[in-house]
C-alpha cells in the first residue's frame, strides 16, 4: 500500500509551524462529468496490446487515473481491470479538487488509494508510473498548452512508461487517445461503437486537444476522417454482415491506401484504428 498523505505538525527546535505546505497543484478544476464504464475503451486497450508494460514493470507497478473527475467510479474499474494482467498493481486516482478526493478515499482498498495533485502527478516517495491516464482534462486548455502538459506529466512516468491523454463522450461510446512516452508522442487511437455509426468521422468532436482544431482541409487528421468516412460508405453493403465487418472492411481499405495501421484484425473487430502519430500529426 500507498502511505497515507504527509498532514503531521512540522517541527524545528521550537513551536509548532503547523502543516508542512504542499506543493500548490498544476492545472485547474475539471467539470468532473463521468460515468461507470465511460473510459473501458481505452482500459481495454491498456490490457491488451500495451499490457506488456505492467507485466514487464517491478514489483507493485504503479498506475495513475488523473483527473477521475466528480465520482471515482473510472479509478475504481481501472483498478479491476488491470489487477487481471497484475494482481499487486497500484492504482492511484489522483485529482486537484480536495473535495473530491475526500470524496472517494473511503472507496480506497487494498491496491487503490486517492490522492491531490495536479499534472506534476504527486506520488509518495517519488514513485514513478508506469501509465498515467489522464482522460479529458485538457479540453479547457488552449492547443499550444498541451506540449507542456504532455512534457510534464511524462516526465514523471517510469522507464519505458506511458501516459494516455484522450477525450471520449459521456457514454464511452466515442474515444480517441495520444500514447506518449518520455520521448514525446507516438500513436494515436480512435475507439468507436459500431452500431448505429453514421461515419467514423464522428470522432472529430472527441479529438485530444492536440488535434480537435486539425480537422481542416490540408492536415493530416482530416485527411484521415476523410478517407476512413469514403471506406465506410464504400463498404456498406458488408453491414448484412454487422458492423464489425464493415469496420474492418473500411481499416483494411486504409491499409491499402498506405495508411501504417497498427494492430491487427483481433484490435480491429473491437472497433479500434491506431496509427503512428506522425501519420496524424499537425503539420
Same mark, same amino acid.
Given at each position: ?10 517541527? =524545528? ?62 479509478? $475504481? ?7 487481471? !494482467? ?24 487494498? *491496491? $487503490?488509494?486517492? %490522492?491531490?495533485?495536479? #499534472? ?10 508506469? !501509465? =498515467? ?37 459521456? $457514454? ?7 500514447? =506518449? ?14 452500431? *448505429?455509426?453514421?461515419?467514423?468521422? @464522428? ?8 488535434? @480537435? ?13 476523410? %478517407? #476512413? ?32 495501421? @497498427? ?21
Amino acid at each position: 500500500m500507498l502511505p497515507p498523505p504527509l498532514t503531521h505538525p512540522f517541527r =524545528v527546535s521550537g513551536p509548532t509551524l503547523g502543516p508542512v505546505p504542499q506543493p500548490r497543484p498544476v492545472g485547474v478544476i475539471t467539470r468532473g462529468t463521468t460515468n461507470p464504464n465511460r473510459l473501458r475503451r481505452c482500459d481495454r486497450w491498456l490490457t491488451g496490446p500495451q499490457a506488456w508494460r505492467l507485466r514487464q514493470a517491478g514489483a507493485a507497478p504503479v498506475v495513475v487515473d488523473l483527473g477521475y473527475g466528480a465520482s471515482p467510479v473510472t479509478a $475504481l474499474e481501472l483498478h479491476d481491470r488491470l489487477r487481471r !494482467v497484475r494482481p499487486d498493481v497500484e492504482v492511484v486516482g489522483i485529482e486537484i479538487d480536495p473535495a473530491r478526493v475526500a470524496a472517494a478515499r473511503p472507496l480506497e482498498r487494498p *491496491g $487503490l488509494r486517492f %490522492a491531490p495533485g495536479g #499534472f506534476e502527478v504527486p506520488l509518495p516517495g517519488g514513485a514513478r508510473p508506469v !501509465v =498515467v491516464r489522464a482522460f479529458n482534462v485538457l479540453r479547457q486548455y488552449d492547443e499550444s498548452e498541451v506540449p507542456e502538459a504532455w512534457q510534464r506529466m511524462a516526465a514523471r512516468l517510469a522507464p519505458g512508461g506511458l501516459l494516455v491523454e484522450g477525450t471520449c463522450d459521456e $457514454l464511452g461510446r466515442v474515444a480517441s487517445w495520444v500514447g =506518449v512516452t518520455a520521448s514525446g508522442p507516438r500513436t494515436f487511437t480512435m475507439s468507436l461503437r459500431r452500431s *448505429g455509426l453514421e461515419a467514423p468521422s @464522428i470522432v472529430a468532436e472527441r479529438l485530444p486537444k492536440a488535434l @480537435i482544431h486539425r480537422n481542416v482541409p490540408g492536415e493530416r487528421i482530416h485527411e484521415l476522417l476523410t %478517407a #476512413f468516412d469514403l471506406a465506410w460508405r464504400v463498404h456498406a453493403p458488408m453491414s448484412v454482415y454487422g458492423p464489425s465487418q464493415r469496420w474492418i472492411a473500411a481499416v483494411a481499405t486504409l491499409r491499402h491506401e498506405g495508411w501504417h495501421v @497498427i494492430g491487427g484484425p483481433r484490435r480491429t473487430r473491437l472497433g479500434e484504428l491506431t496509427l503512428p502519430w506522425e501519420a496524424v500529426a499537425p503539420g
